[in-house]
């Protein structure tokens, strides 16, 4: 499995980003995999955002939720995470996340960068 991310960028304290990102794999079934995201900011571990359990179950982290939402298009094989309200401790790389086949993978990040 493949992960492509994008979206990241530099915005103001209170703005708003969208994050894509498109999985991609021979013998990928989409809809039997979980897909979401997690960051890692500068001196710190990688932390959950956002996860998709392919079950009908979103889970977010506590520092995200309210703010940020987690979407899926199974056809299209991508995930999406919307951050609103931003705030400068969401600064970090924010990674895309599968699990297949109880197989993890990683997309190779995207920068959030949030002024204040």
């Known amino acids: 499995v493949q992960l492509q991310a994008s979206g990241g960028g530099l915005v103001q304290a209170g703005g708003s980003l969208r994050l894509s990102c498109v999985a991609s794999?021979?013998?990928?079934?989409?809809?039997?995999?979980?897909l979401g995201w997690y960051r890692q900011a500068p001196g710190k571990q990688r932390e959950l955002v956002a996860l998709?359990?392919?079950?009908?179950?979103?889970s977010y982290g506590d520092s995200v939720k309210g703010r940020f939402t987690l979407s899926r298009d199974n056809a299209k094989n991508m995930v999406y995470l919307q951050l609103n309200s931003l705030k400068p401790e969401g600064t970090a790389v924010y990674y895309c996340?599968?699990?297949?086949?109880?197989?993890?993978?990683w997309g190779q990040g995207t920068q959030v960068t949030v002024s204040s």
């Open positions: 996340h599968a699990v297949y086949l109880l197989r993890t993978y």
């Open positions: 794999g021979n013998t990928l079934s989409i809809k039997n995999t979980a």
């Open positions: 998709d359990d392919s079950a009908g179950t979103i």
